[in-house]
């Protein structure tokens, strides 16, 4: 059974800081997401991890994976206030995503 | 706007009821898949269908059900509904199947009284 667990699942920064969220998989996986959620509202898309070394970069936020080591890495660069939502990662292996739980970040002044 | 479409945004019920959560997916798009959020499990998939059939299923309890329509929309039927039920309820698109990003609607928040 395919486990995603994520790490940490709360998180407050101050504004200008750097910062990283890991997410661990269990198994061998065919493509690693990232996604946003405000509360109460919908998942936005960040990024979608194809291949071992895969790093993408949107603004303040930079995801890489790692498929041998089962890790996917999102930073934060330089926090603002706006950043301030969950993130998830999701995995799937020729199956529905698996999502993590979700890290709540809060970024504070 | 991701182009999925749930209806209805929120719906406060009792227990013993049923309800049906509906969804139209992105113009284009062959899967619907059922997602549940909760405090104490997280997000986890229910359902997927994909062109009218049932594709794969998950953590979906026999009181709920879901089908597919031929014009691509969707439904999740939850009968005898507890106090644990209440969540969020996504429905997600994608194109075709698992490998395909999928496109998240805003959800319906169910409320059991």
């Known amino acids: 059974e395919l486990k995603v667990e994520q790490n940490p699942l709360f998180l407050s920064m101050q504004e200008g800081k750097n910062y990283t969220i890991y997410c661990n998989y269990s198994?061998?996986?065919?493509?690693l997401y990232w996604y946003r959620q405000d509360p109460g509202k919908s998942l936005e898309s960040l990024f979608v991890?194809?291949?071992?070394?895969a790093v993408k970069q949107e603004g303040r936020l930079m995801a890489s994976l790692d498929t041998k080591a089962r890790l996917s890495t999102l930073h934060i660069t330089a926090a603002v206030h706006d950043l301030s939502a969950t993130y998830f990662c999701a995995v799937t292996v020729l199956s529905p995503l698996v999502f993590g739980k979700g890290t709540r970040l809060s970024v504070i002044a | 706007d991701s182009g999925v479409t749930q209806t209805p945004k929120h719906l406060i019920t009792a227990t013993g009821q049923r309800v049906t959560l509906r969804c139209s997916p992105r113009s284009g798009d062959l899967s619907v898949y059922w997602y549940q959020q909760s405090l104490d499990q997280g997000l986890q998939f229910l359902i997927q269908y994909y062109n009218g059939e049932e594709r794969a299923k998950g953590n979906i309890l026999e009181r709920f059900s879901a089908q597919q329509f031929p014009d691509l929309h969707s439904e999740l039927n939850l009968s005898s509904l507890e106090l644990g039920d209440s969540a969020l309820y996504f429905c997600?698109?994608?194109?075709?199947?698992?490998?395909?990003?999928?496109?998240f609607g805003d959800g319906t928040r169910l409320s059991i009284l």
């Open positions: 997600a698109s994608s194109v075709g199947g698992h490998n395909q990003p999928q496109h």
């Open positions: 198994t061998t996986s065919d493509r």
């Open positions: 991890l194809l291949s071992n070394g």
